[in-house]
């Protein structure tokens, strides 16, 4: 025997799913007041209507829904869970809904330490769906309200936690916050032993990789700043002072956590603990030495270059009328590529000496290693190029000049000769 379907009501639902589809509130509440009383759930998933207007993101409707509910005395409703065991404060975590949170609290405080089948609570997944705002409504009315159970709400059954998920997750901003928020879960480990630190260093991608830098700038860092392996046999410093220096962005002082004396320890800068050790330490002179040798060579270049120029711009290829003066292969194309390329060479020589003069000069204090002189060396660098290989075409180009006057001259007394030989012999 077929079961009767009530058509009346399988329309009013069509109707209100439709409404929520679009987001039209007076659709769906005129459709609500018809379906009343409610039944327990709306989908195969054991979904209510409260959660359906959350999957839908329409935070106003689910609002009045939610008023609505409170107002029919409907609390069952609120802390209905889903066939996954979420409720709608679970739902609502996933997202940024923060004001229908703090209804939800406010209405049905209890649903704030409501686990799901796999036991996380609404914090855990405000955290793992990486939502800042969210997480810090739910982690302020978790430590009003329920801090004696905090690591329930902060871990899941396979003895994961929020720290480990973020970094995971690569919401790395947020997992900074949880650090600092809740230091205890640093040397906590997961189902695997792993600690949060030992799944960064798994993670490539959550670091700079250096081979994205140049050549020049992989060579300061390589022998300019001081590494672990340089430092380490040094007297005068402890091991948790050896930080990393590559990144010399200054930071405010902090107190960080530290996971073997399970304490707080005040830190000091990456930038400032670079500036120590590279006070107290020959790095700094060795540093001086190598780039003053470095200008030294590259400005005695750069003089010889500018020199070489400036000679050629007076000798002019192919030589020059006796009477005007005007250079015999003016019009030939490769005159033309020469004199511009021995210009360019003058004026980027010229140009290197100066940079490198003005590197020579520098008080080569420790400040000035950080932006100043690895940028004059990478100019210095580039012009030293261009010098180069200017003066390079403009040989080249006197090389193919030459023959070419040579010719002509040779033409001409071929030319001469044959003229003069066509001539009658005067008496």
């Given at each position: 025997?077929?079961?009767?379907?009530?058509?009346?009501?399988?329309?009013?639902?069509?109707?209100?799913?439709?409404?929520?589809?679009?987001?039209?509130?007076?659709?769906?509440?005129?459709?609500?007041?018809?379906?009343?009383?409610?039944?327990?759930?709306?989908?195969?998933?054991?979904?209510?209507?409260?959660?359906?207007?959350?999957?839908?993101?329409?935070?106003?409707?689910?609002?009045?829904?939610?008023?609505?509910?409170?107002?029919?005395?409907?609390?069952?409703?609120?802390?209905?869970?889903?066939?996954?065991?979420?409720?709608?404060?679970?739902?609502?975590?996933?997202?940024?809904?923060?004001?229908?949170?703090?209804?939800?609290?406010?209405?049905?405080?209890?649903?704030?330490?409501?686990?799901?089948?796999?036991?996380?609570?609404?914090?855990?997944?405000?955290?793992?769906?990486?939502?800042?705002?969210?997480?810090?409504?739910?982690?302020?009315?978790?430590?009003?309200?329920?801090?004696?159970?905090?690591?329930?709400?902060?871990?899941?059954?396979?003895?994961?936690?929020?720290?480990?998920?973020?970094?995971?997750?690569?919401?790395?901003?947020?997992?900074?916050?949880?650090?600092?928020?809740?230091?205890?879960?640093?040397?906590?480990?997961?189902?695997?032993?792993?600690?949060?630190?030992?799944?960064?260093?798994?993670?490539?991608?959550?670091?700079?990789?250096?081979?994205?830098?140049?050549?020049?700038k992989r060579l300061i860092f390589k022998y300019c700043f001081p590494t672990f392996e340089n430092i380490k046999e040094k007297?005068?410093?402890?091991?948790?002072?050896?930080?990393?220096?590559?990144?010399?962005?200054?930071?405010?002082?902090?107190?960080?956590?530290?996971?073997?004396?399970?304490?707080?320890?005040?830190?000091?800068?990456?930038?400032?603990?670079?500036?120590?050790?590279?006070?107290?330490?020959e790095l700094l002179k060795d540093a001086q030495s190598w780039i003053k040798q470095t200008s030294e060579s590259c400005s005695?270049?750069?003089?010889?270059?500018?020199?070489?120029?400036?000679?050629?711009?007076?000798?002019?290829?192919?030589?020059?009328?006796?009477?005007?003066?005007?250079?015999?292969?003016?019009?030939?194309?490769?005159?033309?590529?020469?004199?511009?390329?021995?210009?360019?060479?003058?004026?980027?020589?010229?140009?290197?000496?100066?940079?490198?003069?003005?590197?020579?000069?520098?008080?080569?204090?420790?400040?000035?290693?950080?932006?100043?002189?690895?940028?004059?060396?990478?100019?210095?660098?580039?012009?030293?190029?261009?010098?180069?290989?200017?003066?390079?075409?403009?040989?080249?180009?006197?090389?193919?000049?030459?023959?070419?006057?040579?010719?002509?001259?040779?033409?001409?007394?071929?030319?001469?000769?044959?003229?003069?030989?066509?001539?009658?012999?005067?008496?």
């Amino acid at each position: 025997m077929a079961k009767y379907v009530d058509h009346e009501l399988y329309k009013n639902f069509k109707d209100m799913y439709e409404g929520l589809m679009k987001g039209d509130m007076k659709k769906v509440l005129k459709q609500y007041d018809k379906l009343v009383p409610l039944p327990d759930y709306l989908t195969v998933f054991g979904d209510t209507f409260l959660h359906i207007a959350i999957f839908m993101d329409h935070e106003d409707i689910a609002r009045e829904i939610l008023k609505r509910y409170v107002d029919n005395q409907l609390y069952d409703l609120i802390h209905q869970k889903n066939n996954l065991g979420n409720t709608v404060l679970h739902e609502v975590a996933t997202t940024n809904m923060v004001t229908l949170a703090r209804d939800l609290l406010d209405y049905a405080p209890k649903l704030l330490s409501s686990k799901n089948n796999v036991g996380e609570m609404p914090l855990f997944k405000a955290a793992y769906n990486g939502q800042h705002d969210m997480f810090d409504v739910l982690s302020l009315a978790v430590n009003l309200t329920d801090k004696d159970n905090l690591d329930q709400h902060l871990t899941s059954k396979d003895r994961t936690n929020i720290l480990h998920l973020t970094i995971l997750a690569e919401f790395f901003d947020l997992a900074f916050i949880i650090a600092r928020k809740y230091p205890h879960l640093i040397d906590k480990i997961d189902e695997a032993g792993k600690i949060g630190l030992q799944l960064l260093s798994n993670n490539p991608s959550a670091f700079l990789n250096s081979r994205n830098y140049g050549l020049l700038k992989r060579l300061i860092f390589k022998y300019c700043f001081p590494t672990f392996e340089n430092i380490k046999e040094k007297e005068g410093y402890k091991k948790e002072d050896q930080k990393d220096s590559y990144q010399l962005d200054s930071i405010e002082d902090e107190e960080l956590y530290n996971p073997k004396t399970k304490g707080y320890k005040k830190w000091p800068p990456t930038y400032n603990v670079f500036m120590r050790i590279a006070s107290g330490t020959e790095l700094l002179k060795d540093a001086q030495s190598w780039i003053k040798q470095t200008s030294e060579s590259c400005s005695t270049i750069a003089v010889f270059i500018a020199s070489v120029a400036f000679v050629a711009a007076y000798t002019i290829p192919g030589g020059s009328d006796k009477k005007t003066g005007v250079p015999i292969l003016l019009h030939n194309f490769f005159f033309t590529v020469f004199a511009v390329m021995d210009v360019l060479s003058l004026i980027s020589s010229l140009i290197l000496v100066v940079l490198f003069l003005s590197i020579l000069t520098s008080p080569f204090e420790l400040q000035d290693f950080r932006n100043s002189l690895p940028r004059k060396l990478t100019f210095g660098f580039t012009f030293l190029f261009i010098s180069v290989a200017v003066t390079m075409l403009a040989f080249a180009a006197t090389i193919i000049l030459y023959p070419l006057y040579h010719a002509f001259m040779e033409t001409m007394n071929y030319t001469w000769i044959t003229i003069k030989k066509s001539l009658p012999a005067l008496p």
